[in-house]
């Protein structure tokens, strides 16, 4: 059984950084083809796309927020961890993490996701 | 404002087919065919029902299908149940200024 798990803290503060980890199990990044996207939901429930590591540790960024945002991978510890610089309140959402079919066409949708983890950003 | 637009919210009746809308620009949803649709119970995470427009993951019911038609992507689901009822969310892979994907505002599903 292939599942992800968000781990982090609940509420952080303006300006400071947050730091999320992924951790997975029943499934590795080693393989080829493996994709795992960070995703957030505000809470008026629209989600964001935020950033994609793959197999060979090629990263892809939102385009709005690349400049605040860092993904990476630790094979060994099965985790992708992702960094958000200078938090703000309207930062405040759900953030998932998503594995990505691996469908004949790419990985272009994602079939696992985490429980989500809620972080509040306030001082 | 979400890059796709679906509408707020829809009904029907069970037993009944309703349709849900996702429209974009042919940077995305008209531009390939990477439409992706997930539903969302409340305080749950999202559950992908269709992929690649109109594909099913194993395990999701023929009850729901998927369709598009230039820079509109459709979802159908018949047969409506109670427990479909549901915030129902599109997806499109875009390449308009670099990789990365785009999602709908979502749309609420109501079973009367």
């Known amino acids: 059984q292939v599942t992800l798990r968000e781990s982090g803290p609940a509420l952080v503060k303006p300006t400071q950084t947050l730091t999320l980890t992924c951790t997975f199990s029943?499934?590795?990044?080693?393989?080829?083809?493996?994709?795992v996207s960070w995703i957030r939901q505000s809470p008026g429930k629209a989600l964001e796309w935020l950033a994609l590591?793959?197999?060979?540790?090629?990263?892809y960024y939102s385009t709005s927020l690349k400049t605040r945002l860092t993904i990476s991978k630790d094979t060994s510890k099965n985790q992708v961890v992702l960094k958000m610089t200078n938090m703000d309140p309207a930062d405040t959402a759900t953030y998932y993490c998503a594995r990505h079919l691996a469908a004949a066409s790419g990985y272009y949708s994602m079939d696992v996701w985490g429980q989500g983890i809620t972080v509040t950003v306030s001082s | 404002q979400s890059a796709l637009t679906q509408p707020a919210s829809v009904s029907g009746s069970p037993g009944q087919s309703i349709t849900i809308s996702c429209t974009g620009t042919s940077s995305d949803v008209g531009g390939h065919n990477y439409v992706s649709w997930y539903q969302q119970h409340p305080g749950k995470a999202p559950k992908l029902m269709v992929y690649d427009v109109s594909n099913r993951p194993s395990g999701i019911s023929h009850r729901f299908s998927g369709s598009k038609s230039g820079n509109t992507a459709s979802l159908t689901i018949s047969g409506l149940q109670a427990e479909d009822e549901a915030d129902y969310f599109c997806s499109s892979y875009t390449r308009s200024n670099s990789l990365g994907w785009v999602f709908g505002g979502g749309t609420k599903l109501t079973v009367l």
């Open positions: 029943g499934i590795s990044l080693s393989p080829s083809g493996m994709c």
């Open positions: 590591v793959d197999w060979s540790d090629d990263k």
